[in-house]
C-alpha cells in the first residue's frame, strides 16, 4: 500500500529555511493532491499548503509569503521550503495525500522541526 | 478563513457507552453539489492523525462501523456508538470547502 515519510533537519536555526521531503513509496505520485499539515507541540493542526502532481499550488494565506510547496515526479517526492523560521514554526510536519476533494486520506508518520540556535 | 469549533474539548466515557462530538463551522460546508466539506480524524496518542469519515458521513475504508458522522451546513456530529479503550485520542473535524483548510480545535476522549 502506498506509504508517505516525510525527512529532513531536524533542528533549524532562526531565520533560515525549513527543507522537508516526503517520499511516496507504493504507488506513485501523479493523479493525486500533495499536502503539508503542521502540528505545534500540545497543540492542534494547522494545514500549510498542497500541490497538485502537475504543479499548482495552494497556500495558507498566514504562511504564503515563506512557504514553497514542490514536486518532483521522477523522483516520486515532494518538498516543502519554509523561508525566514522562527520559534513559532517549530512543531511536527506531516505530508499527506490528499483526494481531489480535499480529504487528508493518507498520513505520513510525521517528523519534528525544532527552530533554535 | 473559516472557524471550526468543536465541544466539548474534553470527553471522558465509560467503555460501551456511547460518545458523541460537536462541530460548528462559521461558514456553510454544504456546496451546491450537495456534499458537505467536512471530515473527521483521530489522532491516537503518539501517532499522526488517520482518516475517519469524509464529506461528512462517509466511513473511510476500515473504519468500524461503531463510528458515524451527520449533519450538514454548520452543524455536524461525530458519534460513537459503544466507546471502545482502543478510542482514546483527540478527534479533530477539518473544513475543506475552501482554501485554507482548518481545522477544529480537537476533542480529546478519555477513558474513565
Known amino acids: 500500500q502506498v506509504q508517505l515519510q516525510e525527512s529532513g533537519p531536524g533542528l533549524v536555526k532562526p531565520s533560515e529555511t525549513l527543507s522537508l521531503t516526503c517520499s511516496v513509496s507504493g504507488g506513485s505520485i501523479s493523479g493525486h493532491v500533495w499536502t503539508w499539515i503542521r502540528q505545534p507541540p500540545g497543540q492542534g493542526l494547522e494545514w500549510i499548503g498542497y500541490i497538485y502532481y502537475t504543479g499548482i499550488t495552494r497556500y495558507n494565506p498566514s504562511l504564503t509569503s515563506r512557504v514553497t510547496i514542490s514536486v518532483d515526479t521522477s523522483q516520486n517526492q515532494f518538498s516543502l521550503n519554509l523561508s525566514s523560521v522562527t520559534a513559532a514554526d517549530t512543531a511536527v510536519y506531516y505530508c499527506?495525500?490528499?483526494?481531489?476533494?480535499?480529504?487528508?486520506?493518507?498520513w505520513g508518520q510525521g517528523t519534528l522541526v525544532t527552530v533554535s540556535a | 478563513d473559516i472557524v471550526m469549533t468543536q465541544s466539548p474539548l474534553s470527553l471522558p466515557v465509560t467503555p460501551g457507552e456511547p460518545a458523541s462530538i460537536s462541530c460548528r463551522s462559521s461558514?456553510?460546508?454544504?456546496?451546491?453539489?450537495?456534499?458537505?466539506?467536512l471530515d473527521w480524524y483521530l489522532q491516537k496518542p503518539g501517532q499522526s492523525p488517520h482518516l475517519l469519515i469524509y464529506?461528512?458521513?462517509n466511513r473511510a475504508s476500515g473504519v468500524p462501523d461503531r463510528f458515524s458522522g451527520s449533519g450538514s451546513g454548520t452543524d455536524f456530529t461525530l458519534r460513537i456508538s459503544r466507546v471502545e479503550a482502543e478510542d482514546v485520542g483527540v478527534y479533530y473535524c477539518m473544513q475543506t470547502l475552501s482554501t485554507p483548510y482548518t481545522f477544529g480545535q480537537g476533542t480529546k476522549l478519555e477513558i474513565k
Open positions: 461558514q456553510n460546508l454544504l456546496h451546491s453539489n450537495g456534499k458537505n466539506y
Open positions: 464529506l461528512g458521513s
Open positions: 499527506a495525500r490528499t483526494s481531489l476533494e480535499g480529504t487528508t486520506e493518507l
